[in-house]
């Protein structure tokens, strides 16, 4: 078999066997295909697509591609929540400690930031010290004695997604249905869980930008899990406005500090809420409760008792990360500059477009625009004002934290294009939108 008869049955939107699917994973995986051609291969699947059982195989053949942990030692219901990407979207970090702390065991493999999106591990990596590349052994390990613990892929688990994920994320080939759906569950099959709530994102800022397209999204991830025997609950959620205020690395782990602490501001509201009802569904996954009303008083006892941070504090000192920077903030990486944008009118924020938010973050440093892109993890934007806020003339909307002028005037007309001010009252974004579990 070579590698460019696949790439010509697919640029001409051929069928791909099952072998040559394992055949491309396996050989990518082991170095032995250039990223060059593999790029090619992602774009031809980009636009011309994968059948459902073309997809199912490469998910198989991702997830095969390193080893699926064994994670019986561990007691209980283990469970993940996955988004499929967002813009301030930083979720993982507020519901994994609050559900560890109330005792359902949270093992998760995230991804870097990916095309406009913000990433898990590149959060958690401006923590000094926060080391999210652990081993096998010390990952079943953390998992088993923290209750959490916070990786990446690596050599060992869903080594095709690290790579794979990667080229995407560089090369315009991220948002599509199978291409999304082998990433997510090729990793979540690998990482030992019982039970998987996924956080399927619609709108502006999220890759599917119809509501039909994030079902469609969601009700194929839950087939492959389903068929996989894990217990699949998926929530169809806003993604048209960046999720609460914090958008950057350093940034949004400071935001998630203040929720776990139960300090949060106006413009944080959503981010709170929307992280309390997934966790709220991630305990009933955990079989802690099967009311979800419940399980939502059972998420306000951790932020009030302060068990979620310091579940938190004490995954991050386990991971080799310094703690004490989550009590102090001023020890994460903070940017040396601030440019304001206020509002020019009075009237209603109609608008803030998540994907010009996320575009002109990447453009500051936040993301990736090569695959050897070093990523400034101080610099991003607040958001002070949220869809539906009335606002005065003069009202700050956009604090914007960089370190470069070049890069600063290069994504400043995306924020400053983002948002749309007007005199009609508008209401605020429904968050969730649906839910839809294994049984439909
Ligand atoms: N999250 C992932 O892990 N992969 C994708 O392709 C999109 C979101």
Redesign the pocket.
Known sequence: MHFKEILEKKRNSDLLSEEEIKYFVNAYTKGDIPDYQVSALLMAIFLNGLSIDETVCLTEAMLYSGTVVDLSNVPGIKVDK?S??GVGDKTSLIVAPICAALGVPVPMIS?RG?GHSGGTLDKLESIPGFNVNQDLNTYKKIVAETGLCLIGQTKEIAPADKKM?AL?DVTCT?ENKS??SA??MS?KMAEGIDALLLDVKTGSGA?MKTEKDSEELASIMISIGKKMGKKMTALITDMNQPLGSHVGNALEVVESMEVLKGNTLPEQKDLEELSFILAAHMLVLGGKTDDVDNAMEMVQTTIKDLSAFKKFKEVTTVQNGNAAALDDVSMLPTANNTHLIKAEDDGYIQKIDALLVGKGSVLLGAGRLTLDTVIDPAVGVIVRKKIGDKIKKGDLLFEIKYNDEMKLKQSLSYFEESFLIDSQKVSKPELVKKVITDEG
């Open positions: 996955h499929t990407g991804g990916l994920y995407r991220v291409l999304i990433s997510i990793k890759f």
